[in-house]
């Protein structure tokens, strides 16, 4: 699988697996945003999920993928320092704020921080139409995040510090973007980054989440948390991993636009799931962040 994916690189084939695997990590990116922001406390839940891939992890890393070489220990200190200050960013937005209003606006600023930094690592450069295509799309996010703020019923008394956590945090989807991408772009075996990054970035926040359960006078029953951690740790591995070998075969600027994406799908597990409304000023709104996706697709 890994010489398959090498081998892939750089050519039209890797372009278009590369445009599949960011559209599937949206998907899966919403429905573990969804996850984290239910009923459970985003603490707890987070905790659980990361003890749930962190587990599922190991095997792999001990008898699957081969041995990280020296080089990228360092880089793994990296990504366990930016991925733990924004799991911590993000449970502070959506202990603050409404899901659909909180997601739109980290999704909305992280593409825009992550075409930036792609020019400064990478040296890649959006065309004019691409960035008309990111234009719309972020007219369409922002859109949507002020549309819901209008609707909003709950939770306005703290929804300044759930805007403020959600800027930062999509600041940081950003950094991790680029960052994992030029992690795994260093290994010789981007699975053998993938299982190390999911081992190392599952070691922080479930201790603080089973003390922060056991401080709880209403502790909720761990049974249904334990179980949307594994739920969560499996959809985890499908959109970090996709979102991954997506920056991995082709230009990390389009695969991080083209996942943002995500916002259209949380809109409608907000409306199933979480009881949101969605009109049809939403649905046009969404429709302009798919338009906005696929104006940089044919741009590129």
């Known amino acids: 699988m890994s010489a398959w994916i090498i081998s892939l690189d750089g050519t039209e084939a890797g372009h278009q697996l590369a445009l599949v695997l960011a559209l599937l990590a949206a998907f899966l990116h919403a429905i573990f945003g969804a996850l984290q922001k239910g009923r459970h406390d985003p603490w707890l839940s987070r905790g659980a999920i990361d003890a749930s891939y962190f587990v599922m992890a190991l095997p792999v890393v001990f008898f699957v993928v081969p041995f990280p070489e020296p080089e990228l220990w360092p880089i793994f200190v990296g990504m366990f320092v930016i991925h733990l200050i924004y799991k911590i960013l993000q449970a502070k937005a959506y202990t603050r704020g409404a899901y659909t209003v909180v997601y739109p606006v980290v999704r909305g600023t992280g593409p825009l921080f992550t075409v930036f930094g792609a020019y400064l690592i990478f040296g890649e450069v959006f065309g004019a139409v691409q960035w008309l295509g990111v234009a719309v799309l972020m007219s369409g996010i922002f859109g949507l995040a002020l549309y819901n703020l209008r609707h909003l019923e709950v939770a306005r008394d703290t929804l300044p510090a759930a805007l403020g956590f959600a800027v930062?945090?999509?600041?940081?989807?950003?950094?991790?973007?680029?960052?994992?991408?030029?992690?795994?772009?260093?290994?010789?075996?981007?699975?053998?980054?993938?299982?190390?990054?999911?081992?190392?970035?599952?070691?922080?926040?479930?201790?603080?989440?089973?003390?922060?359960?056991?401080?709880?006078?209403?502790?909720?029953?761990?049974?249904?948390?334990?179980?949307?951690?594994?739920?969560?740790?499996?959809?985890?591995?499908?959109?970090?991993?996709?979102?991954?070998?997506?920056?991995?075969?082709?230009?990390?600027?389009?695969a991080a636009v083209l996942r943002e994406t995500s916002t259209v799908f949380a809109a409608v597990i907000g409306w199933i799931f979480l009881r949101e409304t969605v009109g049809p000023r939403r649905i046009a709104l969404m429709a302009l962040i798919a338009a906005g996706a696929v104006i940089v697709e044919l741009g590129g």
């Open 168 to 254: 930062l945090t999509g600041m940081f989807v950003a950094l991790y973007t680029t960052y994992d991408a030029y992690g795994i772009r260093a290994s010789a075996d981007p699975f053998t980054f993938l299982a190390w990054y999911f081992v190392i970035d599952g070691v922080a926040l479930p201790p603080y989440a089973y003390l922060r359960w056991r401080a709880m006078a209403d502790r909720p029953a761990p049974g249904p948390l334990l179980l949307r951690g594994v739920i969560g740790g499996v959809i985890a591995f499908g959109s970090f991993g996709s979102i991954m070998l997506a920056t991995r075969l082709d230009k990390v600027g389009e």
